[in-house]
């Protein structure tokens, strides 16, 4: 949710278009975050590996619902590659230390999202 105090340090930064949510309760807190920001023209990503939930049921329909309002669903891994942007920037190396170990099971390859296919 767009709390008061968001809502200041956003308007502080010009010229922002994107925002990356990670958090806890998806289905309240990270949904309603990303509900609100997308109300506002923000393009909002939200990394699934980095958000949780009490159950899985409301983890994945948060998913879709972000989905469907025009959220990006997205891993840390993928968003720090994409942060980098290629092997030339110069902290590409020290990312990919970081994400070279086997990253802990999310519990998400044995779900889907409503209307795709699993891998």
Not at 1 to 22: A, T, W, Y
Not at 63 to 74: E, I, Y
Not at 79 to 108: R, T, Y
């Amino acid at each position: 949710m767009m709390i008061p105090e968001v809502q200041e340090q956003i308007s502080k930064i010009p010229d922002l278009k994107s925002i990356i949510l990670c958090g806890l309760e998806t289905q309240v807190c990270i949904q309603q975050t990303v509900l609100d920001l997308l109300e506002r023209n923000f393009d909002v990503h939200v990394i699934v590996d980095a958000v949780s939930s009490r159950s899985m049921v409301d983890r994945m329909y948060a998913f879709q619902r972000m989905k469907d309002a025009g959220a990006f669903l997205t891993t840390s891994e993928s968003m720090l590659l994409m942060l980098c942007n290629d092997a030339s920037h110069p902290k590409f190396k020290a990312v990919q230390k970081i994400i070279w170990d086997e990253a802990p099971d999310s519990g998400l390859l044995t779900h889907r999202i409503i209307g795709e296919t699993s891998v």
